[in-house]
């Protein structure tokens, strides 16, 4: 009897954490949607300033170097143990040394904490480069 509850109580446990799996990776995605939709609209402020004959040009370099939040909270969580996050966001230093430490496990701990905040990394990332180009065209 006592087996029975045992068991009953392990599949429970297991299926809220694939329950909270499952609502982070969704809180996961909702953030990064609506921060890549908050980084959009600046983009389109920046794009009314230019004259429109610069404005196809700026819309082909951004769209080149833009990066999703989406895909880089992903690479964060399933291959941020060995930095691929950190070289699709073009920080290849930090990149190697998650590479060269990796068998540690600790940079795969601290990818996984980055997931989090990943999203408001890349918006920034998207921002600069928009401002870049706003700079060059100018």
Known sequence: ????????????????????????????????KKLSLQNEQYVQTLLSQLPDDK???????????????TTAVLLALFLGGLGIHKFYLNNVGLGIVYLLFCWTYIPAIIAFIEAFAISGVVANYNTKKAQEILMMLR
């Open 55 to 69: 404005k196809t040009l700026f819309i082909l370099q951004y769209n080149n170097v833009k990066k999703n939040p």
């Open 1 to 32: 009897m006592d087996s029975d509850f045992g068991t009953i109580l392990i599949i429970l446990v297991f299926l809220a954490l694939i329950a909270g799996i499952v609502v982070f990776f969704t809180v996961l995605a909702k953030k990064a």
